[in-house]
T-cell receptor
């Protein structure tokens, strides 16, 4: 069974640009959650999608957005990138309430 | 008060010993509790989840939940060097069942 696939693995962007990250969940998983991980803040919840609907959103500015498609694949977008957006972005899929399976993450560096 | 708190460590234990990792949470109505392990440079992986008060055992791992005291712990018996990692406690708050809050993690080092 294929795991959670995130693309790309690495990205380098300059300040002010925008970026789109992609996540394909495990087949049959309809819930996709996104997290930002930094050494100082740990894992911070961005948002969660289920059946194309955003059910919950963390405390991030509006520059961070996401969506989910009918096949459960999800994308997150960050506009007007800032240096502080440099982080590992993790996508996780789940079935029911039995915990997440994480993807390998996208390492974003903003210069 | 942070929603989920853990000792940051590092926690060092000798090989073969029991490692005890603790976590407290602020939302008394929290329903689901998880332990994840994250190796350096890797993404977190689920070790165990627990919903009810008491102990849940899986191999060398035991999760303990005490809702009255709002803490959850993870015991690792017969610790191995391969257990050296950061352990993340995660909680689903009552107010947001579709959101999981992670603690900062405890770094564990098992010394051969």
């Amino acid at each position: 069974k294929a795991g959670v696939t995130q693309t790309p693995r690495y990205l380098i962007k300059t300040r002010g640009q925008q970026v789109t990250l992609s996540c394909s969940p495990i087949s049959g998983h309809r819930s996709v959650s996104w997290y930002q991980q930094t050494p100082g803040q740990g894992l911070q919840f961005l948002f969660e999608y289920f059946s194309e609907t955003q059910r919950n959103k963390g405390n991030f500015p509006g520059r961070f957005s996401g969506r989910q498609f009918s096949n459960s694949r999800s994308e997150m977008n960050v506009s007007t990138l800032e240096l502080g957006d440099s982080a590992l972005y993790l996508c996780a899929s789940s079935y029911g309430a039995q915990g997440y399976t994480f993807g390998s993450g996208t390492r974003l560096t903003v210069v | 008060q942070k929603e989920v708190e853990q000792n940051s460590g590092p926690l060092s234990v000798p090989e073969g010993a029991i490692a005890s990792l603790n976590c407290t949470y602020s939302d008394r109505g929290s329903q689901s509790f998880f332990w994840y392990r994250q190796y350096s440079g890797k993404s977190p992986e689920l070790i165990m989840f627990i919903y009810s008060n008491g102990d849940k055992e899986d191999g060398r791992f035991t999760a303990q939940l005490n809702k009255a005291s709002q803490y959850v712990s993870l015991l690792i018996r017969d610790s191995q060097p391969s257990d050296s990692a950061t352990y993340l406690c995660a909680v689903t708050p009552q107010t947001s069942y579709d959101k999981v809050i992670f603690g900062p993690g405890t770094s564990l080092s098992v010394i051969p």
